[in-house]
């Protein structure tokens, strides 16, 4: 039975990025596998550096000041690192989600960090819009895609200050012009990779420019002159994410892509709204295309709906936990086949009823 994997991360891959993830396990460089080799060697080397020229190209910032790094610690460690490298005396942040808020709370710890809008009030089901950003902040922090409550960005405010945007969840999923942004950070388990390393596009200009002392392994400046090498890399991660964006890149770019996640979200969303047992949590117009949360208008059905689901082979839809229902997380690898079978679960279930 075919399994349609919706888990909100780690994420579904590619197949043939697995086979060959799995293959450089046993066989990556003249009999040895591919997490016993010194990443100093040649041949890891040429990984990461196809892995940041792959970034940068798929974004569309070649040649304009950026550099790609790869890290560890999640995009949680960037809460800390965008602080210490960019926040002098003020800060803006927006308050979209549990993750932008805990952005927000890590920010705090270093010096003056204000909420510029928030719709935390209404458990996160809407995009804030209007808000104020003062010309005299260090920079905007922004959270483009909110897994948990199943928002997403589909504008940017436009500022005079460096803009920094969390897009762990929905990196290279769409069309945007990423010049706009300063500092991009994502974890790689939402879209790109497996857990354990975390891309950081950052513009060179805007780093340097505080007069704190950081430490070495949160200086975005001390990984930039390692070619993020500073230390030892995840290499499986790293290499598994460079074979993703390999997979992009072939595909056709982030604008095939795009088509194709638009497709899913158009199907998905259509029987949200048209199928009387089910309804969605979150404002129409900043719904995620990669996160669709919704639930059940009955409880009385619940057992019955997730009996059919499991049957269907259909993984990962539980809801988190500070929301509840359900979500279908629709990243880049999931097949529009994937989203087809877990609709006609749905209809299946209005038939029924």
Known sequence: MMIHNFSAGPCVLPKEVILKASEALLDFDNGLSLIEISHRSKAFVDVMEKARALALELLGL??????????????????????????????????????????????????????????KASNYNYIPKGYDVPSDYDYLHVTSNNTIFGTQMKSFPKVDIPLVCDMSSDIFSRTLDFSQFDLIYAGAQKNMGPAGTTLVVVKEEVLGKVSRKIPSMMDYKVHISKNSMFNTPPVFAVYTSMLTLEWL?????????????????????????????????????DRSNMNATFTLESENLKETFETMVKEAGINGINGHRSVGGYRASMYNALSIDSVKALVEVMSELEAKA
């Open 249 to 285: 890149k072939n595909l056709g770019g982030i604008k095939a892509i795009e088509e194709v996640n638009e497709m899913k979200a158009r199907i998905m969303y259509s029987e949200i709204d048209l199928n009387p047992l089910f309804k969605g949590f979150t404002a129409k117009e």
């Open 62 to 119: 070649e040649g304009k000041g950026y550099k790609a790094l790869f890290l560890q610690g999640g995009a949680s460690t960037q809460f800390l690192m965008v602080a210490l490298n960019l926040l002098e005396k003020r800060a803006g942040y927006l308050n979209t989600g549990t993750w932008a808020d805990k952005a927000m709370k890590e920010a705090q710890i270093y010096d003056d960090v204000y909420e510029v809008g928030s719709s």
